[in-house]
């Protein structure tokens, strides 16, 4: 591990929990100052830190006692704790290269950053038994999220916490427009990568490798996308020709899993315009095409063409609590207000995308969520207030009512397909 990648690792913890910013956000930005190799090592480290953090502030808590002032020597100290705690980094390395870190920047911290750090391995065995005790350091989540699962989830909650703290699984989404399932089966055993089969066409590494190093990516044969998110395609029951609204389309994985199936006349919507922007560059190298329009869903007058839809997926915004081990920083930006404001967000999506739906035709309101606020509740709120809407039957691998809870297969998800009659 590299000193500039420690470096660059504390900034981006940082820039999450002093600024609030997305993790995604922060990479984009580092990524015109960064080599690829110092990119993914920093990388590991901030997921590796974020994913701990519960147990990992906890411990710096205790090991200092007081505020820590500068806020900026958070990022320096998490990552050497964490180091210490879960990687195979000579303690000596550790500790040496965060006050080298640190003194560049907070000369007069060096003393306090080498203290608190070399305290910590005789400490470590006290500290380590007073954070289980410590249900945010056990679990490594907040406990306002910890609750609100174990109300809603008895006899699972465990089970998904334990689920979201494990390196998420690298599913393929193979892009039959291009190539053949055992084609690109064949590609990966001849570049040495292991894989199981994960369904139809999705296949699941391994291990993990960079995007950039997967054979035909480049090319557009295949996509990473969870097994959970591409259940999206088949529940919309799209059939060729059809009139399809694809409301909250970016990042664009799923717009482009409906093309790939079926030749639709598909409308991708956005209210971010940079973020349709990946939509394009998505489609383009899968050699697909959509009508794309930077607007609100929720105005559809600023938009809409007056031709009804024959099928609109919905994936609305949402605390992506189902998602939180590939992306660990939403479960520390997330407050527990943020449920119930997302959750009236969602309806006015929904009330607003209902009436452009054609009689007869199929909305899949989907998110990737755990929270009943955001999905069973929001649905059957919904029914309640819409005498033209019908819940259809949906079939799910391990799910309960439309609810897909993470596991080591899939990230958590949740799916009702509601139909105009």
């Known amino acids: ?31 015109p100052r960064g080599e690829p190799r110092r990119l993914a090592a920093a990388q590991d480290l901030t997921y590796g830190v974020l994913r701990n953090l519960g147990r990992l502030r906890f411990f710096l808590r205790r090991l200092t006692g007081r505020p820590i002032s500068p806020a900026e020597l958070a990022g320096p100290l998490l990552v050497a704790l964490y180091e210490l705690t879960d990687r195979d980094t000579p303690a000596y390395a550790a500790v040496n290269e ?21 305290n910590f391995p005789r400490q470590r065995e006290a500290l380590e038994a007073a954070a289980d005790e410590d249900l ?102 799209c059939s060729n020709g059809m009139h399809v609204l694809d409301a909250c389309a970016a990042p ?39 009508a794309m329009v930077a607007a609100d869903a929720e105005t559809p007058a600023s938009w809409w063409d007056g031709r009804p839809f024959d099928r609109i997926l919905l994936d609305a915004p949402c605390t992506a609590s189902g998602v939180a081990r590939r992306h660990p920083d939403g479960k520390w930006l997330k407050r527990c207000e943020d449920v119930n404001e997302l959750a009236i967000q969602q309806a006015r999506l929904l009330d607003a995308v209902w009436p452009l739906l054609r009689q007869g035709g199929k909305l899949l309101y989907a998110t990737c969520s755990l929270f009943p606020e955001e999905n069973g509740r929001q649905v059957e709120a919904f029914l309640t207030g819409h005498a033209d809407a019908g819940l259809e039957t949906i079939s799910l691998p391990e799910g309960v009512n439309g609810q897909l809870r993470p596991d080591s297969d899939h990230d958590g998800f949740f799916y009702a397909r509601i139909v105009k009659t």
């Not at 504390?10 to 995604?24: H, P, W």
């Not at 393929?172 to 053949?180: A, K, M, S």
Request: hydrophobic fraction near 45%.
């Open 252 to 290: 664009g994985g799923k717009t482009a899993h409906l093309l790939e199936c079926h030749d639709l006349d598909l409308l991708a919507l956005d209210r971010d315009a940079q973020r349709l922007n990946r939509v394009d560059d998505n489609l383009r190298r899968l050699g697909l095409d959509a």
């Open 98 to 118: 965060a006050v080298d870190l640190v003194g560049h920047r907070y000369p007069r911290a060096r003393g306090f950053v080498n203290g608190v750090l070399r």
């Open 1 to 31: 591990m590299t000193a500039s990648a420690r470096e660059l690792a504390a900034d981006l913890i940082n820039e999450v929990l002093l600024d609030g910013r997305s993790l995604t956000a922060a990479l984009e930005a580092a990524r």
């Open 136 to 237: 945010e350091a056990l679990w490594n989540f907040p406990e306002w999220w910890i609750e609100k699962l174990r109300s809603h989830y008895p006899d699972t909650w465990q089970a998904q916490l334990t689920a979201m703290n494990e390196r998420p699984p690298m599913t393929l989404r193979v892009n039959r427009r291009r190539t053949t399932l055992a084609e690109y089966q064949a590609m990966l055993d001849a570049a040495g990568m292991a894989w199981r089969p994960t369904g139809e066409w999705a296949l699941t590494l391994t291990e993990p490798v960079r995007v950039t190093d997967l054979p035909g990516f480049a090319e557009g044969l295949a996509s990473v996308q969870d097994a959970g998110a591409q259940l999206a395609e088949p529940l919309l029951q």
